[in-house]
T-cell receptor, first 114, second 114 residues
Framework: NAGVTQTPKFRVLKTGQSMTLLCAQDMNHEYMYWYRQDPGMGLRLIHYSVGEGTTAKGEVPDGYNVSRLKKQNFLLGLESAAPSQTSVYFC?????????????FGPGTRLTVL | AQSVTQLDSHVSVSEGTPVLLRCNYSSSYSPSLFWYVQHPNKGLQLLLKYTSAATLVKGINGFEAEFKKSETSFHLTKPSAHMSDAAEYFCVVSGLSGNTPLVFGKGTRLSVIA
C-alpha cells in the first residue's frame, strides 16, 4: 500500500515548455486534489476532482489543466510554463465519507521554471 | 466562506519548554479542523483532527489541540518541546460537506533551541 505517490520528484523547465505531473493513489479514494506551496503562502488549491471524469477549479487554477481519466490517477498539466509557476506541488486524496474529511498527501514535486 | 489565520509566522522555544501555536478560524457552519506538520523538504503529515466529537483532541507525538467555538480558536499545544518538533505547522479548516476542499493557514515555523 503505497498511499499517494507523485512523479517526478524534481523537474527544471524553461519558460514556455510543457509538462505533466502525475499523482497516483491506491486507496480507492474518490476525491483528489492538486495544491501548490509557496513560501509564506501555505498551500493553495489549484484544481480538484470529486470522481473519475470530473474536475473543478480551485483558488489558483490559471495556467494549469487537469484530467482524471482513471479513478486512481490525477494529472496536472502546464501547457506553457512560466517562472511564476516555480513551486512545490502536492497531490492529495480523500475518501468520500462525509464525516471523514482527512486528506492524504503525496511527497511533493519541486518544479523550477527558468 | 472559510478561512484560517495562524497568528504567528515563527515561534521559537527552548527544548523542554511548552509549545503554543495559535490558530483562529472562520466558518459559516460547523467546521472540521486539522493540524498538519511538514518537516524540511518533506510532505505533510496529519497531527490531529477535530470533527465535532470531543473538543480536546489528542494527536501524535504528544501534541493536542482544543476546539473553542466561542473564541473560534483551535490552538496547538505540547507540554515539552523536543528538537525533532522543529518544523512547519499548518492549521487547516474544512466544512463537513464531503467535497469541500481544505483551506490552509499560511503556516507557523517552529524552532526549538537546545
Amino acid at each position: 500500500n503505497a498511499g499517494v505517490t507523485q512523479t517526478p520528484k524534481f523537474r527544471v523547465l524553461k519558460t514556455g515548455q510543457s509538462m505533466t505531473l502525475l499523482c497516483a493513489q491506491d486507496m480507492n479514494h474518490e476525491y483528489m486534489y492538486w495544491y501548490r506551496q509557496d513560501p509564506g503562502m501555505g498551500l493553495r488549491l489549484i484544481h480538484y476532482s470529486v470522481g473519475e471524469g470530473t474536475t473543478a477549479k480551485g483558488e489558483v487554477p490559471d495556467g494549469y489543466n487537469v484530467s482524471r481519466l482513471k479513478k486512481q490517477n490525477f494529472l496536472l498539466g502546464l501547457e506553457s510554463a512560466a517562472p511564476s509557476q516555480t513551486s512545490v506541488y502536492f497531490c492529495a486524496s480523500k475518501e468520500m465519507r462525509i464525516s471523514y474529511n482527512e486528506q492524504f498527501f503525496g511527497p511533493g514535486t519541486r518544479l523550477t521554471v527558468l | 466562506a472559510q478561512s484560517v489565520t495562524q497568528l504567528d509566522s515563527h515561534v521559537s522555544v527552548s527544548e523542554g519548554t511548552p509549545v503554543l501555536l495559535r490558530c483562529n478560524y472562520s466558518s459559516s457552519y460547523s467546521p472540521s479542523l486539522f493540524w498538519y506538520v511538514q518537516h524540511p523538504n518533506k510532505g505533510l503529515q496529519l497531527l490531529l483532527k477535530y470533527t465535532s466529537a470531543a473538543t480536546l483532541v489528542k494527536g501524535i507525538n504528544g501534541f493536542e489541540a482544543e476546539f473553542k467555538k466561542s473564541e473560534t480558536s483551535f490552538h496547538l499545544t505540547k507540554p515539552s518541546a523536543h528538537m525533532s518538533d522543529a518544523a512547519e505547522y499548518f492549521c487547516v479548516v474544512s466544512g463537513l460537506s464531503g467535497n469541500t476542499p481544505l483551506v490552509f493557514g499560511k503556516g507557523t515555523r517552529l524552532s526549538v533551541i537546545a
